[in-house]
C-alpha cells in the first residue's frame, strides 16, 4: 500500500556533503511523521533527524548543526542534507514514515531498504 524508496548515498571524502531524498508512494491519505535513521555494521539503528507534518524537527547530538531534514509535503518527501561529513557517519541510512493509507484508519510506519553513506578518502 505504501512504498519508501531512498535514493543518494554514495561514497564521499571526509568533510564533504551529500543530499539525500526519501519518496512515500502508493494510496496515501495523508503523512503526519518522516525521519531518517542509520545503521552502521555492528551497530544498533539510530534515530538522525525527524520531522513532523507541521515541520518541527529533531536531531541527534551527533549531527546537530552539519544535518538539515527537511519536507515537501506535497511530493511526500523528505531530504536529509549532510555537511561536514565524517568517517562515523559511514551507515546505511533508512527513511522511516508514518503514514495513513485510504484504506486504514489509522497510521502505520513503514521502512525503506536503504541507502548507503560511505565518508572515507
Known amino acids: 500500500q505504501v512504498q519508501v524508496v531512498e535514493s543518494g548515498g554514495a561514497l564521499v571524502q571526509p568533510g564533504g556533503s551529500l543530499r539525500l531524498s526519501c519518496a512515500a508512494s502508493?494510496?496515501?491519505?495523508?503523512?503526519?511523521?518522516m525521519a531518517w535513521y542509520r545503521q552502521a555494521p555492528g551497530n544498533q539503528r539510530e534515530l538522525v533527524a525527524d520531522?513532523?507534518?507541521?515541520?518541527?524537527?529533531n536531531y541527534a547530538s551527533s549531527v546537530k548543526g552539519r544535518f538539515t531534514i527537511s519536507g515537501d509535503n506535497a511530493k511526500n518527501t523528505v531530504y536529509l542534507q549532510m555537511n561536514s561529513l565524517k568517517p562515523e557517519d559511514t551507515a546505511v541510512y533508512h527513511c522511516n514514515v508514518h503514514a495513513k493509507p485510504y484504506s486504514s484508519i489509522s497510521y502505520s510506519a513503514y521502512w525503506g531498504r536503504g541507502t548507503q553513506v560511505t565518508v572515507s578518502s
Open positions: 520531522i513532523t507534518s507541521g515541520g518541527s524537527t
Open positions: 502508493g494510496s496515501i491519505s495523508s503523512i503526519n511523521y
